[in-house]
Antibody, heavy 119, light 107 residues
Framework: EVRLVQSGAEVKKPGESLKISCKAS????????IGWVRQMPGRGLEWMGI????????RYSPSFRAQVIISADTSIATAYLQWSSLRASDTAMYYC????????????WGQGTLVSVSS | DIQMTQSPSSLSASVGDRVTISCRAS??????LAWFQQKPGKAPKSLIY???SLQRGVPSRFSGSRSGTNFTLTISSLQPDDLATYYC?????????FGQGTKVEIK
């Protein structure tokens, strides 16, 4: 069974750094794209970017390039999303999602990590 | 950059009604179109992939179709459990992109 388990909720101040995680199990993590989706309060879903863990090929959506860093560690089957300097506008729920071999789409989702940024 | 235009943004229908949601891609994406359902406070759930293939376990009242770059999600008989926001998503190019979402309410 494929499972994606995300790290817990975070409360941070503007200007602080943050790295959240998504631990995968039940499939060959290195060989399937995995990515991050943002959902701001009361808003829709936005793809931030995706990574191919085996060679770290990373594709960012234009809106998020230079805003975040997506990385992965194949030794522990974990993907990461990190910020060097948070802003209040980064307050959102963040989901990780991985590619399904069967459908070629991102069918497997984590439970979400709520990030709150406030002074 | 492929844009996905989804309509309507919201709708209200009665139990048993037939509901349709539309999604248009700004350029060709072949059949690389999925539909997701997101219930309040939950992670999105994939309903349909490859424009018209139903995910395992999804009720047969859900169906998808394609005509060129226009895609449709149909709920043949709306049920109370279908209260949710529905998103189309193209996965022809990386990274994928969602439509704006359609909030479905029950009258």
């Amino acid at each position: 069974e494929v499972r994606l388990v995300q790290s817990g909720a975070e409360v941070k101040k503007p200007g602080e750094s943050l790295k959240i995680s998504c631990k995968a199990s039940g499939y060959n993590f290195a060989n399937y794209w995995i990515g991050w989706v943002r959902q701001m309060p009361g808003r829709g879903l936005e793809w931030m970017g995706i990574i191919y863990p085996s060679d770290s090929d990373t594709r960012y959506s234009p809106s998020f390039r230079a805003q975040v860093i997506i990385s992965a560690d194949t030794s522990i089957a974990t993907a990461y999303l990190q910020w060097s300097s948070l802003r209040a506008s980064d307050t959102a729920m963040y989901y990780c999602a991985s590619l399904s071999e069967t459908t070629a789409n991102f069918d497997y989702w984590g439970q979400g990590t709520l990030v709150s940024v406030s002074s | 950059d492929i844009q996905m235009t989804q309509s309507p943004s919201s709708l209200s229908a009665s139990v048993g009604d037939r509901v349709t949601i539309s999604c248009r891609a700004s350029q060709g994406i072949s059949n690389y179109l999925a539909w997701f359902q997101q219930k309040p406070g939950k992670a999105p759930k994939s309903l349909i992939y490859a424009a018209s293939s139903l995910q395992r376990g999804v009720p047969s009242r859900f169906s998808g179709s394609r005509s060129g770059t226009n895609f449709t999600l149909t709920i043949s008989s709306l049920q109370p459990d279908d209260l949710a926001t529905y998103y189309c998503q193209q996965y022809n190019t990386n990274p994928p992109r969602f439509g704006q979402g359609t909030k479905v309410e029950i009258k």
